[in-house]
């Protein structure tokens, strides 16, 4: 039987449990529907003067970096689920937030970011890529063009990329798309025709890997026969630029037999596989003069890669890490480079073309 | 020589016992038991003690990197965690430093006053505007850029704290005077 004590004890919770939650301001169910809503439950919660730093808006989430107006290194972050009760703010690091431009959140413009996700979702849909999630209220990369955002991107092309961007009130956008390393702008009329589509993914024209012959490999006591493998696969003499080994990989950068501005990249594992991993374009200005397999030592390759560790006093006990074959130099003759390493650092021994040591310390 | 390395010894322990008992309550930060640990390193190692980095974790975990007097060249980590102290480990350096470079960058034990910590965290506490921080790292090492003079060649205290909202860490020389203090 429950003491008089109890019975006031619990009544006093349930009326503080009761309390708590009344003062907890509930997210409206539908926020597209009802951004003066959503704005209202954000004001109710944060419940101080502060600037709006950042700001996602979405129907099934939204969230804001907000600073204190009256102590203007305190940052917060609010978050919201519709029909959810909004919980307090977390704290900020200020050293997290990098970019100081913001907008008063009584400026907080709820209704243009939802008419710009409309137009967000409606290009989309009409240039083929995929319905944005949400829009973002904030800066670029370079604490630049303060706005709302909408990132677009594509089912079929991972690299296809389109940013639309508008002012705080939802006017003046503008538009860009990622193209080869920078960005591109796009006609916002184009995008609005549907007449920008997203660029589709680049045919992909590798060819298949040479399967294995199932003998297990330690590269460093050979390559001979696999450079041979490689040579057969190409179908023509190999022009070196590059060549590594370890005992679980050989790799090689080639220039292209019929364009020497392009560098292609093979790969060949320790089970024999050859894969063609990568080809780009030379690098101007670097050393493009090929080198063949006979402009080195490669018979003494394995010697010289058991030895290594010895010729280095401290590093006796130490192993080979991996190999590099390369032009020494401004474009000299190739040089075979062996990085040896132990428990306690690295050393490298280099020999030249002919196979004579040229040096040989720790690093 | 052993007398000598049993006076030692037996300083460092009285050292250590007066920084234990001055050290802050459990709560402000997990303060470890150096007592126990230097006592379990120099009964390994024996004296002379050059550090050459001192690292203490959040929880109170230290790493201690000293260099070995029988190969002055090489650099051994002892860790201690929950009052065990690990076996070396040797350290590896992506370049290897001279036998110079180590014994310039290394600090003698014996000059290192352990019982200045607490006041330091009160004082980085004080000097950065956040009574409230807590200690996440502390760290003690030569601001020699491992061999490489710069304009602070000297032994460098770094106390680590932070908040919710602010991150900061001050620096203080050996005798405890601020040398820097740095808050974001």
Redesign the interface.
């Known amino acids: 039987m429950p003491t008089r004590i109890e019975v006031a004890l619990v009544a006093a919770l349930v009326v503080a449990c009761t309390e708590a939650l009344a003062a907890e301001p509930v997210a409206p169910a539908h926020p597209l529907d009802d951004p003066a809503a959503v704005k209202a439950a954000f004001a109710a919660r944060i419940g101080k003067p502060v600037h709006v730093m950042q700001f996602g808006f979405g129907e099934h989430y939204s969230d804001a970096i907000v600073q204190n107006d009256a102590a203007q290194d305190e940052f917060d972050r609010y978050e919201m689920v519709p029909g959810q009760p909004m919980k307090e703010g977390t704290p900020q690091k200020s050293g997290s937030v990098d970019c100081k431009k913001k907008i008063a959140f009584a400026d907080l413009d709820l209704a243009a970011a939802a008419r710009v996700l409309g137009e967000a979702r409606a290009i989309a849909a009409g240039n083929g890529y995929k319905q944005p999630e949400n829009v973002q209220l904030g800066a670029d990369v370079f604490c630049n063009d303060f706005g709302w955002r909408a990132y677009l991107t594509s089912e079929t092309n991972s690299d296809a990329m389109l940013e639309i961007v508008w002012s705080p009130a939802g006017a003046s956008p503008k538009a860009r798309r990622l193209k080869d390393d920078g960005w591109a702008k796009v006609d916002m009329k184009s995008l609005a025709a549907g007449t920008a589509k997203a660029p589709p993914a680049a045919p992909k024209n590798e060819p298949a890997p040479t399967p294995g012959d199932g003998r297990e490999r330690d590269f460093t006591h050979g390559i001979e026969a696999d450079l041979a493998r490689v040579e057969a696969k190409v179908g023509a003499p190999l022009g070196f630029k590059h060549i590594r080994v370890d005992k679980e990989q050989l790799s090689m950068d080639v220039f292209s037999p019929s364009n020497k501005k392009r560098v292609a990249t093979y790969l060949v594992d320790n089970k024999g596989e050859i894969r063609l991993w990568r080809e780009d374009d030379t690098i101007p200005f670097d050393c493009n003069k090929p080198f063949s397999a006979s402009d080195v030592p490669i018979a003494q390759l394995p010697a010289m890669i058991a030895g290594a560790p010895a010729l280095i006093p401290p590093m006796a006990q130490g192993w080979v890490k991996d190999v590099s074959i390369y032009r020494s130099g401004l474009c000299g003759a190739p040089h075979v480079y062996i990085q040896v390493e132990d428990d306690r650092g690295y050393g490298n021994v280099e020999y030249d073309q002919r196979g004579r040591l040229v040096s040989a310390e720790v690093q | 020589m052993f007398r000598r390395r049993l006076l030692f010894a037996f300083a460092l322990v009285f050292a250590m016992h007066a920084v234990a008992a001055d050290a802050p309550p459990a709560g402000d930060y997990a303060w470890p038991n150096l007592t126990d640990f230097l006592k379990q390193l120099i009964a390994k190692v024996g004296a002379p003690v050059k550090v050459y980095r001192l690292t203490m974790d959040r929880d109170g975990n230290v790493d201690l990197w000293i260099q070995d007097q029988q190969r002055r060249?090489?650099v051994d980590s002892y860790e201690y965690e929950k009052g065990v102290m690990s076996e070396p480990i040797?350290?590896?350096?992506?370049?290897?430093p001279s036998v110079g470079a180590v014994d310039h960058h290394v600090i003698e034990l014996t000059t290192i006053d352990f019982q200045r910590l607490p006041g330091m965290v009160a004082t980085a506490k004080a000097k950065l505007g956040l009574p409230d921080a807590r200690v996440f790292r502390i760290e003690l090492e030569r601001g020699d850029s491992h061999g490489f003079l710069t304009y602070t060649d000297v032994p460098i205290w770094t106390i680590h704290v932070?908040t919710?909202?602010?991150?900061g860490r001050v620096e203080f020389s050996l005798d405890g005077k601020v040398l820097d203090a740095d808050k974001?």
């Open positions: 060249d090489l040797p350290v590896k350096f992506e370049h290897y932070d919710p909202r602010h991150d974001d």
